[in-house]
C-alpha cells in the first residue's frame, strides 16, 4: 500500500481523572487521508474531534498524553521521520480555529498576522508574502483584497475574519491545514459565504485537510471523507455520500435524523381569541435616549406581535436583528422608548420596578448559554427553590417534593437537585435552566436561543421537551433563534426580523413556500441542506443593486443586501407592508406576483 | 465546608503552598498562646547584658535593655497578627459592601462611591496613616481603624470590578427579571461567585498591613511602648544592627516569616482553584 499523507495509526489520548486514574477521552483511532483530500471529523462536543486534530500538531492539552503513530508528509509524532510534528506547527501543519474574533490581535494590522507564519518560519520575504496574502484574500473572495490586509480587526466582519484566517493558515502553503469548527460561530448567511470561499481556496491550492464540526450538512459541503466520532472512538468511516446516504452505523443514523429536527409531540391547536401577551409598535435600544425618544443606538423600530394562549411564536434573524432585545423588553430588563407590551389586555408597566410580582411571575425568560444562566454557587435545588420560595412561598417538605416534581418534568432524576450546575453537561443545565423557569408556573417563556449552544442530538431532545411542556402544560413561548429549522419544528407562527424591523411574520406553513420576503428566502437558502452539491446551487441569485447603498432608517433595511431591488421604488421610499394570499404579511415594494416568481 | 474537605484541600496544596500554610498556622499558635508560654514578662529586664547572643537561658538572647527577645516576640507577634487580622476585615468587609452597593445600585451611587475611593486611594497610604496618627494620636484602637481605613478603597477596586462584573452576568439578569430585590441581588448571587478572587485579595492584603504597621512602629508612631510589635522590636533594636544582634534579626525574621508564609499559601490556594 501507498503511504498516505496524513497517516494515524492507535492513536490513543489520555488524561488522569481527578482521583489520578487514567482515562482515555482518545481511544485507538485509525484514518489516513491521500494528498489534496478533506476529512471530515464529526460527532457532538465531547467526541474527541478536536483532541484529535490537535494532536496531528503533536499538541496535548495540558494534562493529556498522546500515544501511537502519526505521521503527515514527513514529520512524526516521536521525531523518527524527518521532523517532530510539533516542530511543524504553523509552518507544514496549520490551524483555522473557531473564533476568529478572538485569534486576531486587535492591536495589529491584519495583513502583519497574515504573514507572521511565512516570516516566522522564513518561507518567504515580506514582499512574497504580501503578494501571496493578496492572491489568497483574492481566491477568498474577501472584499479590497488589495487594501483589506491594512484595516484592524475590529473593523472586520466575524465572516471576513474568518476567512482571514484561512488565508494566514495557508500562507506557509502547509501539507495540511486543520480546521476547527470555523463556521459554527457565524451567521447562516454568513457561513454560506464563508464554505464557499474555503471550499474553493482548498480546491485551488491542493490543500490537504481536517475539517472538524459537529454539523454533517456543513461537512457534507467541505469533505471528502467523514469520520464520525462518539466519545472518543470511531463509529464509522467512509465517503461523504455514503455516510449520507447509506450510514452503516446507529449512531451516524441518529446524527442524521437529528440534522433535520421533527417534533413528535403534537402541537396543540393555539387557542383563538384574545391574545395572551401583545406587544405593539415597540421601539428599543441601548445609550442614552435624546430629546425625541430615540436611543443613541436603536435595535428595534415599530416591533409588534401577538402570542395566544398556549402558543408558540418564533422570532427569527441574524445576530444584530435585534431577536434578543424583544425578549429583554418583553421581560422588562430594558425599558422601550415607545410602544407598550401587554398581557391579558391589561398594558404593563415598562421597567421592572414598576411590575407586581405576579406579572413577572407569568413572563420568565430563559437565556441561551446555561453556563452562565446558571449561579455557578448553588445547587440545582437552591436555584429551583429560591423560585419557588419568591412566588409561592412554597417552604420545607413542599418544597423539596415541588423540586422533585420540577426535575421530572424535566427528565432529571431528582437527586441532581444536590449537584452544581458545573457538575452538570450542556444538556441537562440546559433543562434546569428552563426548569427555573417552570417552576414560576408562567403563562409565557421567553426563550433566547436556548437550542443555539447545543449540540445536534442534545438539541432534539431539548425541542422535543419544549413542545411536550407545551402541550402538557398550556405554556406559551416566545422562542427566539437563529435557526429557521429549529423555529419551523416547534413554532406554529414565526416572526422575521432584520435590523430591528419585522420585515415578515406567518404561520409556518407560509414558509414553506414563495412567496416570501427576500431576506426570509436567504435565510432558507442558506441553511446547509444534506446534500453533497447544495454549495454549488446556493448563492447563484446574481448581484445585488444597491450594495453601495449605505443601510438608512427611511428606506427598507434590507435594500443593501436585496437581490431583487427594483431602481426608482426600493432606493425611494419605505416598504408597504403586503399580506400575501397564504395570509403571511410581508415588508416590502415587490408585489405578491413578483415575489412568488423571483424565488420560484 | 467541613474538617475533612479543609484537611483534602491542604493535602493537594503543592509544597510550596503547604509550607505557607505551616507558616501561618505557626504564627495563629504564637499569636493565640505566645504570651502564655513566654519565660519571662515581656517588660523584665531578665539580662544584665545587653544585645546577648543566644543561651540556653534565653533562646533568642537579650535586647537592648537586658530583656528577653523571646518572650517580646512571643508578645509582640499577637500584636501584629491580631490586629491587623481585625484591620484587614474591617477593610474587607466596608470595600466589598460599598463594592457591592455600587454594582447592584444606580449609576449614580457607583459613580458617587468611585470618585470617592479615588479620591482616597490618590493619597499615598503610608502618608495618609502618618498625619492620622500625627493628629490623633495612637491609641490601639485608632490605630485599627486608621489602617483598615487605609486599605479599604484597594479592596474596593478589586471588588467592584468582580462584581460589576458578575452583576452583568445572565443569572443576575434572570433574578432581576425574577424580581429580586437588590440585597437579594447583592448577597445571594453576586457574593457567593466573588469569594475565591476576593479571599486571594483579602490575603495580600493582610500582607500590606503587617509591612504598614511595622513600618508605622518603626518609625515610633505604631503601638507605644510597654507594649511592641514585632515592627516595633526591630526599631527598637536598631543600634544592634552594627554588631549583627540576634535581638533585631529574630523580629524581622518573624516579619519575613509570616508575610512570605501567607503570599506562599494564597499563591498555592489560589492557583489550585483555578483549574
Given amino acids: 500500500m501507498e503511504a498516505q499523507h496524513v497517516d494515524v495509526r492507535n492513536l490513543c489520548v489520555t488524561v488522569r481523572r481527578p482521583d489520578g486514574s487514567p482515562l482515555r477521552i482518545v481511544d485507538d483511532v485509525s484514518f489516513s487521508i491521500a494528498r489534496g483530500e478533506v476529512l471530515a471529523l464529526i460527532g457532538e462536543s465531547g467526541s474527541g474531534k478536536t483532541t484529535i486534530a490537535l494532536s496531528l500538531m503533536g499538541y496535548a492539552r495540558i494534562g493529556a498524553s498522546i500515544s501511537g503513530d502519526i505521521t503527515v508528509g514527513d514529520a512524526t509524532l516521536d521525531g523518527t521521520g524527518k521532523a517532530t510534528l510539533a516542530a511543524q506547527r504553523g509552518h507544514r501543519i496549520t490551524y483555522v480555529a473557531q473564533s476568529a474574533a478572538a485569534a486576531f490581535n486587535p492591536s495589529r494590522r491584519v495583513i502583519e498576522q497574515v504573514i507572521e507564519p511565512a516570516l516566522i518560519h522564513r518561507t518567504a520575504t515580506a514582499a512574497e508574502a504580501r503578494a501571496h496574502a493578496v492572491t489568497l484574500f483574492e481566491a477568498l473572495a474577501l472584499p479590497n483584497p488589495a487594501t483589506i490586509g491594512s484595516r484592524y480587526p475590529h473593523e472586520l466582519s466575524g465572516g471576513q475574519l474568518q476567512r482571514l484566517m484561512a488565508a494566514m493558515a495557508l500562507i506557509t502553503r502547509p501539507d495540511l491545514v486543520i480546521f476547527d469548527e470555523p463556521t459554527t460561530a457565524l451567521d447562516v448567511t454568513t457561513q454560506v459565504e464563508v464554505l464557499q470561499a474555503f471550499r474553493k481556496v482548498v480546491r485551488e491550492q491542493g490543500a490537504t485537510g481536517v475539517y472538524v464540526s459537529h454539523d454533517l450538512a456543513v461537512v457534507a459541503q467541505m469533505a471528502d471523507q467523514i469520520l464520525v466520532l462518539n466519545r472518543g472512538t470511531v463509529r464509522e468511516q467512509n465517503a461523504v455520500r455514503a455516510v449520507l446516504e447509506t450510514p452503516a452505523d446507529d449512531y451516524t443514523k441518529t446524527l442524521l435524523a437529528a440534522a433535520r429536527p421533527v417534533i413528535k409531540a403534537a402541537a396543540p391547536i393555539a387557542a383563538v381569541g384574545k391574545p395572551l401577551l401583545s406587544i405593539e409598535g415597540i421601539n428599543a435600544g441601548y445609550g442614552s435616549v435624546d430629546r425625541n425618544g430615540r436611543a443613541a443606538h436603536p435595535v428595534l423600530t415599530d416591533v409588534s406581535l401577538q402570542i395566544g394562549r398556549g402558543a408558540a411564536v418564533g422570532v427569527i434573524g441574524e445576530s444584530g436583528s435585534g431577536k434578543s432585545t424583544v425578549a429583554r423588553v418583553v421581560a422588562g430588563l430594558l425599558v422601550p422608548t415607545a410602544g407598550t407590551v401587554s398581557l391579558d389586555g391589561q398594558p404593563l408597566a415598562a421597567s421592572l420596578k414598576g411590575r407586581t410580582r405576579e406579572e413577572l411571575r407569568r413572563i420568565q425568560i430563559v437565556f441561551q448559554n446555561a453556563d452562565v444562566a446558571l449561579n455557578p454557587a448553588h445547587s440545582v435545588g437552591e436555584i429551583l427553590g429560591r423560585v419557588l420560595r419568591f412566588y409561592h412561598c412554597t417552604s420545607g417538605a413542599a418544597l423539596t417534593s415541588r423540586v422533585a416534581e420540577l426535575l421530572d418534568l424535566i427528565k432529571l432524576p431528582a437527586a441532581i437537585a444536590d449537584r452544581r450546575c458545573d457538575e452538570l453537561s450542556g444538556g441537562q443545565k440546559q433543562r434546569v435552566n428552563l426548569a427555573r423557569a417552570l417552576a414560576a408556573q408562567p403563562d409565557v417563556i421567553l426563550c433566547d436561543e436556548v437550542t443555539s449552544a447545543l449540540d445536534t442530538v442534545v438539541r432534539e431532545a431539548i425541542l422535543e421537551l419544549l413542545a411536550e411542556l407545551r402541550r402538557d402544560l398550556g405554556v406559551a413561548y416566545l422562542f427566539i433563534s437563529h435557526d429557521i429549522a429549529t423555529v419551523k419544528a416547534l413554532c406554529d407562527e414565526i416572526v422575521v426580523l432584520y435590523k430591528g424591523t419585522r420585515v415578515e411574520s406567518g404561520l409556518r406553513d407560509t414558509y414553506a413556500a414563495p412567496p416570501f420576503h427576500p431576506y426570509t428566502d436567504l435565510l432558507i437558502s442558506s441553511v446547509p441542506e444534506l446534500r453533497t452539491d447544495w454549495l454549488s446551487g446556493v448563492g447563484s441569485q446574481g448581484k445585488v443593486p444597491f450594495a453601495h447603498l449605505p443601510e438608512s432608517a427611511d428606506l427598507c433595511r434590507f435594500l443593501p443586501r436585496c437581490p431583487v431591488a427594483i431602481a426608482g421604488r426600493c432606493d425611494v421610499s419605505l416598504p408597504p407592508l403586503r399580506t400575501m394570499a397564504a395570509g403571511n404579511a410581508v415588508l416590502c415594494h415587490r408585489t405578491e406576483a413578483e415575489l412568488a416568481g423571483e424565488f420560484a | ?275
Fill in chain 2, 1 to 275: 465546608m467541613n474538617v475533612a474537605s479543609i484537611i483534602r484541600g491542604a493535602r493537594r496544596l503543592p509544597l510550596s503552598g503547604k509550607i505557607g500554610l505551616a507558616l501561618v498556622i505557626f504564627w495563629i499558635i504564637v499569636a493565640v498562646i505566645g504570651p502564655f508560654i513566654a519565660p519571662y514578662p515581656p517588660g523584665s529586664f531578665a539580662n544584665e547584658e545587653v544585645f546577648a547572643g543566644s543561651s540556653r537561658q534565653f533562646w533568642l538572647g537579650s535586647d537592648f535593655l537586658g530583656r528577653d527577645v523571646l518572650s517580646r516576640l512571643l508578645s509582640g507577634a499577637r500584636f501584629t497578627v491580631g490586629l491587623s487580622v481585625v484591620a484587614v476585615a474591617i477593610a474587607a468587609s466596608i470595600g466589598t459592601g460599598f463594592a457591592l452597593t455600587a454594582a447592584v445600585g444606580p449609576r449614580w451611587v457607583d459613580e458617587l462611591l468611585s470618585r470617592a475611593m479615588d479620591t482616597l486611594i490618590s493619597i499615598p497610604s503610608k502618608i495618609f496613616a502618618l498625619v492620622l496618627v500625627a493628629a490623633f494620636g495612637s491609641s490601639l484602637v485608632l490605630l485599627t481603624l486608621i489602617i483598615a481605613i487605609t486599605y479599604v478603597p484597594g479592596n474596593f477596586r478589586i471588588a467592584r470590578s468582580l462584581a460589576v462584573g458578575l452583576a452583568r452576568l445572565d443569572y443576575v439578569e434572570v433574578a432581576r427579571a425574577r424580581g429580586e430585590g437588590r440585597l437579594h441581588l447583592a448577597l445571594v448571587e453576586v457574593l457567593p461567585n466573588m469569594i475565591k478572587p476576593l479571599f486571594a485579595d483579602i490575603g495580600l492584603r493582610f500582607v500590606f498591613i503587617v509591612l504598614l504597621l511595622s513600618g508605622l512602629s518603626f518609625l515610633g508612631l505604631g503601638l507605644q511602648p510597654p507594649d511592641a510589635d514585632l515592627g516595633s522590636l526591630v526599631r527598637e533594636n536598631t543600634s544592634g544592627l552594627a554588631e549583627g544582634a540576634l535581638a533585631i534579626i529574630a523580629p524581622a525574621a518573624a516579619i519575613a516569616s509570616l508575610t512570605v508564609g501567607v503570599n506562599l499559601l494564597i499563591d498555592a490556594a489560589t492557583q489550585g482553584k483555578a483549574h
